[in-house]
């Protein structure tokens, strides 16, 4: 939510803020930064309860997928996908 709710865009250089993790430089550009109405709190809650409405039938349609821990290091997020499509693990029959 946090991640998702704090984005800004400037309308002026189309640059992306984050108000904690990446703040405008200047409280000039912050007085100018604008969030996009798909990032107010009300729409992620409706968006995360579609996600988890329909996420098993997604798991069970997609069953040979694999599970990507995205919370690491970009390098080995890559080198596990990597990994995974150069040399699958064993399909379920």
């Known amino acids: 939510m ?5 984005r800004r865009t400037d309308p002026v250089t189309g640059q992306r803020y984050h108000t904690t ?6 409280p000039e ?3 100018r ?8 709190e009300e729409n992620i809650e409706k968006r995360l309860e579609t996600y988890y409405r329909n996420v098993k039938d997604l798991e069970d349609f997609y ?6 821990n ?6 080995v ?3 596990f996908i990597e990994s995974c ?3 699958p693990l064993p399909c379920r029959k």
């Open 85 to 87: 499509i150069i040399k």
């Open 77 to 79: 997020v890559f080198e």
């Open 29 to 31: 550009i912050q007085a």
């Open 21 to 26: 993790f990446r703040p405008a430089p200047t």
């Open 33 to 40: 930064l604008r969030q996009n109405p798909r990032d107010q």
């Open 63 to 68: 069953e040979d997928a694999f599970y990507v």
């Open 2 to 6: 946090e991640r998702l709710s704090q």
């Open 70 to 75: 995205a919370d690491q290091d970009p390098y």
